[in-house]
């Protein structure tokens, strides 16, 4: 079992910037890769940011160039560092860490962003 726990969300105005944290504890030799969703007003979760077990990276491209993924040394803490944040950056936002296919897929209980105009 792997836990993930995020933290970092709050209240921002448009154009500051916020870093979330989440932690990852127990099996987590086990993971192939860690990385964020958000769901928004829509209610559907969408990929943020990931970074796999070798450190590579991808974004989507709302947010390419205003947010980067990282990790610890230890490789069981990952950030995402938000810069000149919109109102479409609102959401709540989830770690989510799987093992693979037909693996198991954790998910962290999510952090709240709010971007106010």
């Known amino acids: 079992q792997v836990q993930l726990v995020e933290s970092g969300g709050g209240l921002v105005h448009v154009g500051e910037s916020l870093k979330l944290s989440c932690t990852a504890s127990?099996?987590?030799?086990?993971?192939?890769?860690m990385g964020w969703y958000r769901e928004g007003s829509e209610k559907q979760r969408e990929m943020v940011a990931v970074?796999?077990?070798?450190?590579?990276?991808g974004y989507a491209d709302s947010v390419q160039g205003r947010f980067t993924i990282s990790r610890n040394n230890a490789g069981n803490t990952i950030y995402l560092q938000m810069s000149n944040l919109k109102p479409e950056d609102t959401g709540v936002y989830y770690c989510?860490?799987?093992?693979?296919?037909?693996?198991?897929?954790?998910w962290g209980k999510g952090t709240l962003v709010t971007v106010s105009p």
């Open positions: 127990g099996m987590t030799a086990r993971l192939i890769r």
């Open positions: 970074i796999t077990d070798y450190a590579g990276t």
């Open positions: 989510n860490a799987p093992t693979g296919p037909g693996g198991e897929d954790y």
